[in-house]
T-cell receptor, first 113, second 111 residues
Framework: GQQLNQSPQSMFIQEGEDVSMNCTSS?????WLWYKQDPGEGPVLLIA?????ELTSNGRLTAQFGITRKDSFLNISASIPSDVGIYFC?????????????FGKGTKLSVKP | NAGVTQTPKFRVLKTGQSMTLLCAQD?????MYWYRQDPGMGLRLIHY???????AKGEVPDGYNVSRLKKQNFLLGLESAAPSQTSVYFC??????????FGNGTRLTVT
């Protein structure tokens, strides 16, 4: 079945540093979604990508829909302590449950002030 | 503007006890979902519903039952809790293929 592989699994960075994480799949996706989960809360949508090659920004966050449609990247510039959390990539579950998303296992970000 | 609300927030059960988790959404979404989140496993779909009165199994349905008697509510039941069901449970809703909106989770411990 479809699987999303996220890397790195975790990151420990200094405040002010830029962050890069990615998500890859063996199958093609037509939509990529990036969610962030703050400690003790549910995931919240950050950025949605709907077209191969698309580059979309949301404040200090920028995400790209890979041209092969099998990968996506999320970058955070000038990190701040509130960027701490788990970042999930996700895409439609084409082979399974209707309307469902499948999720990567997440990249856990820690920011040292 | 509540979005997706889950109750309770925390619960401790003994093995063999039963309970129901409640999810309510006020966005008139057709689709609702129950996920569990375990360390290192990401989010896994338990059951979902594409409309009032309909439910379907997800990736990890065993040991759980669900009901969608009203469009705005989606209930997750554990008939006989097991320690393997210790997890954080998230409810989500969406309108078709739109992004999911999540609740803030229910942390369940089964001893």
């Amino acid at each position: 079945g479809q699987q999303l592989n996220q890397s790195p699994q975790s990151m420990f960075i200094q405040e002010g540093e830029d962050v890069s994480m990615n998500c890859t799949s063996s199958s093609i996706f037509n939509t990529w979604l990036w969610y962030k989960q703050d400690p003790g809360e549910g995931p919240v949508l950050l950025i949605a990508l709907y077209k191969a090659g698309e580059l979309t920004s949301n404040g200090r966050l920028t995400a790209q829909f890979g041209i092969t449609r099998k990968d996506s990247f999320l970058n955070i510039s000038a990190s701040i302590p509130s960027d701490v959390g788990i970042y999930f990539c996700s895409g439609p579950d084409y082979g399974g449950s209707q309307g469902n998303l499948i999720f990567g296992k997440g990249t856990k970000l820690s920011v040292k002030p | 503007n509540a979005g997706v609300t889950q109750t309770p927030k925390f619960r401790v059960l003994k093995t063999g006890q039963s309970m129901t988790l409640l999810c309510a959404q006020d966005m008139n979404h057709e689709y609702m979902y129950w996920y569990r989140q375990d360390p290192g496993m990401g989010l896994r779909l338990i059951h979902y519903s594409v409309g009032e009165g309909t439910t379907a199994k997800g990736e990890v349905p065993d040991g759980y039952n669900v009901s969608r008697l009203k469009k705005q509510n989606f209930l997750l039941g554990l008939e006989s809790a097991a320690p393997s069901q210790t997890s954080v449970y998230f409810c989500a809703s969406s309108q078709g293929n739109s992004p999911l909106h999540f609740g803030n989770g229910t942390r369940l411990t089964v001893t």
